[in-house]
């Protein structure tokens, strides 16, 4: 009884904040294009910064969820801390790509060039790469116990690289600009700064949706190839006795 409860609850909370994160996109569409300022130096291409900043604080949410369903089906496997792990991936892949995307549009007005194996950008590839391995891993590889294990373990070592991405310009240096307060990145407009809210916003309601569906999915699936593998393994027990 508690179940079938459940279920209708579920789905309209998960209704609604596709709903919410629906409208918080277009809302965020509409204010840069219309109401935050033109920056002077780099144009109308200022704006892919409310997308692009915010596309990787959302890779880092997947890479977050990648790395503690990763750490808790090593300590404990269970079905849900693998789906976490394989959504959290899918996640930080997605939204690094948007970020693998959007940077080269902004390299080549400000820098003259779409790509520079500038400390960040190199450091940030290398983290896609990973996930993009994990995922291929997961895939191909096989669902057994021991595949399982293995991508967990790199899923964990993923993380590793999360805190190098964020450091890497105060460390190295390089061309990359530091997001919003450093030469390059700041924001001189209120109207600005509200655009580029509204950009983390939007993008961790899209992260949190995407993990959400993608883990329930993930749980479902699972359990579904266990009760078929019951199914067969029921059935040649069957066969045997007669």
Not at 10 to 18: D, N, Q, R, T
Not at 54 to 80: E, H, K, N, Q
Not at 95 to 104: E, H, N, Q
Not at 108 to 135: M, N, Q
Request: glycine letters at 10%; hydrophobic letters at 55%.
């Amino acid at each position: 009884m508690v179940r079938a409860k459940g279920s209708p609850a579920k789905s309209a909370v998960f209704l609604g904040l596709a709903g919410l994160t629906a409208l918080t996109f277009v809302f965020e569409i509409l204010f840069v294009f219309l109401k935050a300022p033109i920056e002077a130096r780099m144009g109308i291409v200022q704006k892919i910064f409310y997308f692009h900043v915010p596309s990787a604080y959302a890779m880092y949410i997947g890479a977050a969820a990648c790395f503690f369903g990763s750490a808790a089906y090593l300590a404990r496997p269970t079905d849900a801390a693998d789906a976490l792990a394989r959504a959290g991936a899918e996640a930080a892949v997605v939204f690094g790509f948007i970020v693998l995307t959007t940077g080269p549009l902004w390299g080549a007005k400000a820098w003259g060039t779409f790509w520079t194996w500038d400390p960040r950008l190199t450091t940030e590839l290398l983290s896609v790469l990973i996930y993009v391995a994990y995922l291929v891993l997961r895939t191909f590889a096989g669902d057994g116990s021991g595949e399982r294990r293995f991508a967990a373990a790199l899923g964990v070592l993923g993380a590793a690289n999360l805190p190098i991405i964020h450091f890497s310009v105060q460390v190295w240096g390089g061309q990359h600009p530091r997001v919003i307060t450093g030469p390059g990145g700041g924001l001189t407009h209120p109207d600005m700064k509200v655009a580029l809210v509204l950009g983390f916003v939007a993008f961790t309601l899209l992260a949190i949706l995407l993990l959400w569906s993608r883990t329930r999915l993930e749980v479902v699936q699972s359990r579904l190839r266990r009760a078929e593998e019951d199914a067969i393994d029921l059935g040649l027990d069957s066969r045997t006795e007669e």
